[in-house]
C-alpha cells in the first residue's frame, strides 16, 4: 500500500512523517512529495497544514495542478484522506483568518476565529484537552471517549451538517475536533503529537 504525506511547504511536518513511518511500521510505503503522478497513484492521502488557512490554501494552490490532483483523488475518486489541523480546516468553503480565503469546499462551512469570550480564554488554544466522540468514526476505532488529545489552534471549523462530526472538545465552546464524510476523515488535533493514541488514530488511518 502506497500512502503519500502532501508536502506543500505547509511548516515542519517531520513528526507527521516520523509518526506515519511508526505507525506504518514497514507494512505501508510512506512517501512524502507533491508530485502529482505519485499522488494520484496513492491508496490513501495525508494532507498535513501548519500555519494560517490563508497560507496553507496560498501554498496549495501555489504549485501547479495540486488542488486538481486532490478533488480527483478525494472527490471523484472518493479514495480515503485526512487531513490534520488546517488540513483539516481547508475542507471548508471559507476561512476568515487574515482574510477571507476560499478552501477547497469538500465539506460546507466556515473556519473562524475561536470566540475567546473577551479574552476568557487564551488563544491559541494550545496543550492536551479531551475528546468527545458523537460518531461511530472508523480511526476511533478502540479509542476511548474522554481520551485526551494534543491541540494548537486558534481557529475552529464549522460545517453546516452536523452530521459530519465526529469528536468535539470543549474550549470556550464546543468546538469541532473530528470530522468524517464517507472517504474523507480530518483532525483538528495533531495526532502525530498525541502519544500512542495519536498514533492509534494513524494506524486505524491506515488500515481502513
Known sequence: M???????NSGNISSVINSFKEA???????????NLNKIKSSDKV????????????????????L????????ITNKKP???????????ADLGYEETQTKGLGWISGKVSKIDNQNNKFKLPHIGWNEINIIKDSKIFKDIENKSHMYFVHSYEFIPENKNVIS??????SNIVCSVEKE???GTQFHPEKSDKLGLKIIENFLNL
Not at 24 to 34: L, P, Q
Not at 54 to 64: A, R, T
Not at 81 to 91: E, K, P, Y
Not at 167 to 172: D, K, N, Q, R, V
Open 167 to 172: 469528536a468535539t472538545t470543549e474550549y470556550s
Open 24 to 34: 506504518a511500521k514497514d507494512k505501508v510505503n510512506i512517501e512524502v512529495t507533491s
Open 81 to 91: 484522506l485526512i487531513g490534520i489541523c488546517a488540513g483539516l480546516q481547508m475542507f
Open 67 to 74: 488542488v486538481e490532483t486532490l478533488n480527483e483523488f478525494a
Open 46 to 65: 495525508v494532507l498535513p497544514g501548519q500555519g494560517s488557512f490563508k497560507s496553507c490554501v496560498d501554498e496549495l494552490n501555489g504549485i501547479n495542478g
Open 2 to 8: 502506497n500512502v503519500t504525506i502532501v508536502d506543500y
Open 183 to 185: 472517504n474523507i476523515f
